[in-house]
C-alpha cells in the first residue's frame, strides 16, 4: 500500500508547505492559483505538442539516415527518454516567448 | 477553441493519462492482456531472437537472459537445433557468435549451434531464419523472446511459415506497483503498440506496391 500512495502523498505534502510559505511570507493571493495551474497545463500541453513533433521529426532523420548510407538505423534511437525532457525545454521557452510577446 | 484553450485541453488529458499509468492498474491490465503465455513443448529447432549488446561486446541483461532460456530449453532436450540471433555491432562484435560462445561454456554441442547476423529487424529474423534453415527441413520452432516482444515476433514467423511455440521470457512483469515501474512498464507496451502499427503500415504498403 505504502508503494501506491508514496510518491503521491510527498508531492502534496511539499505542494501544501510551499503554498502555505508563499501565502504567508510573500502575501501571494491564493486567487491567483487556477490562473497558475492553467498555465502549468498549457506547458504541459506544449510539452506534448513538441514530444509528437520530435517524434516526427526523429522518423524523418533515421528514414533519411537508411537511404542515405544504405545502413540500418534503429527507430529506438527515438526512444530515448531525454527526448521528454527536451520537449520540455522547448515548450518552457516556447511559453515564455509567448507571454513575453504578449506583454511587450 | 483558442490556442492557449487547446494547449490546456491537451495538457489536462496528458496529465490524466500519466497519472492513470503511474498510479493505478491500467498498465498491469494492458500487460496482462498482452503478455503470451508459454507453451514449451518439442520441436525441430529453437530460434532465440537478438536484442542489443555494447560497443565492448558485453551482451544486454535481455540478450543475456533470451541465451540462457535457448540453453536451458536445449539442456531439457526440447529441440535438436539451437539457433542464435543478433548482428555484428559497428565495433566488430557479434551479439550471435558471443551467445553461441556461451552456449558452448555450458556444454552445448558446436554441431547443434547455428547463427545468423545481418538481421536488424524482427521481420529480418523471420526471414534469416526462414533461409537458414529451410535446408534442415525444420518447420516447427521454439520461439524464444521477451514477454511483449512475442506478440509481434510470433505473427512474423509464422507468415513465413513456421508452426511457433512461443517460450518467452519472464521479463515484463505486469505485477509491477510503484509509479516508476508501472511508467517504464507504459513506456514498453507503447514501444510495442507502435512497433506492431508500424508493421501493419508496412505490410499494407508493401501490398499496394505489390
Excluded at chain 2, 511459415?161 to 509491477?176: H, K, N, Q, T, Y
Aim: charged share 20%.
Amino acid at each position: 500500500m505504502i508503494e501506491q500512495v508514496f510518491v503521491p502523498l510527498v508531492a502534496l505534502v511539499s505542494t501544501v508547505l510551499a503554498l502555505a510559505f508563499a501565502a504567508r511570507r510573500y502575501r501571494w493571493p491564493p486567487r491567483f492559483l487556477a490562473t497558475a495551474a492553467g498555465r502549468v497545463l498549457e506547458c504541459v500541453g506544449a510539452t506534448v505538442v513538441f514530444c509528437v513533433l520530435n517524434a516526427v521529426v526523429g522518423a524523418a532523420v533515421i528514414f533519411t539516415a537508411r537511404a542515405v548510407s544504405g545502413r540500418f538505423v534503429s527507430f529506438y534511437l527515438g526512444a530515448d527518454h531525454t527526448l521528454v525532457a527536451l520537449s520540455a525545454l522547448q515548450a518552457l521557452l516556447f511559453q515564455w516567448w509567448r507571454e513575453s510577446s504578449r506583454r511587450s | 477553441m483558442s490556442g492557449p484553450a487547446a494547449l490546456r485541453a491537451l495538457g489536462g488529458a496528458a496529465l490524466c493519462a500519466v497519472a492513470a499509468c503511474a498510479f493505478t492498474p491500467l498498465p498491469n491490465a494492458l500487460c496482462r492482456r498482452q503478455v503470451a503465455a508459454a507453451e514449451p513443448r518439442p520441436a525441430q529447432a529453437i530460434v532465440v531472437l537478438g536484442s542489443d549488446m555494447t560497443r565492448e561486446g558485453m551482451l544486454s541483461a535481455s540478450s543475456l537472459r533470451r541465451a540462457m532460456q535457448g540453453i536451458e530449453l536445449y539442456r531439457h532436450g526440447m529441440a535438436p537445433w539451437l539457433v542464435f540471433l543478433g548482428p555484428r555491432n559497428t565495433a566488430g562484435h557479434s551479439q550471435s557468435e558471443a551467445r553461441a560462445a556461451l552456449a558452448l561454456e555450458y556444454g552445448v554441442p558446436a554441431s547443434a549451434i547455428l547463427t545468423g547476423e545481418g538481421m536488424w529487424t524482427t521481420r529480418d529474423e523471420a526471414r534469416g531464419v526462414k533461409a537458414l534453415l529451410a535446408a534442415k527441413g525444420v518447420s516447427r520452432i521454439l520461439l524464444v523472446t521477451g514477454a511483449l516482444h512475442m506478440g509481434r515476433a510470433r505473427p512474423l514467423f509464422e507468415r513465413a511459415g513456421f508452426e511457433v511455440i512461443p517460450a518467452p521470457l519472464r521479463d515484463a512483469s505486469c505485477e509491477s506497483v510503484g509509479p516508476e515501474m508501472r511508467l517504464g512498464l507504459t513506456i514498453a507496451l507503447a514501444q510495442e503498440y507502435l512497433a506492431r502499427a508500424y508493421n501493419r503500415a508496412a505490410d499494407l504498403l508493401r501490398r499496394q506496391d505489390g
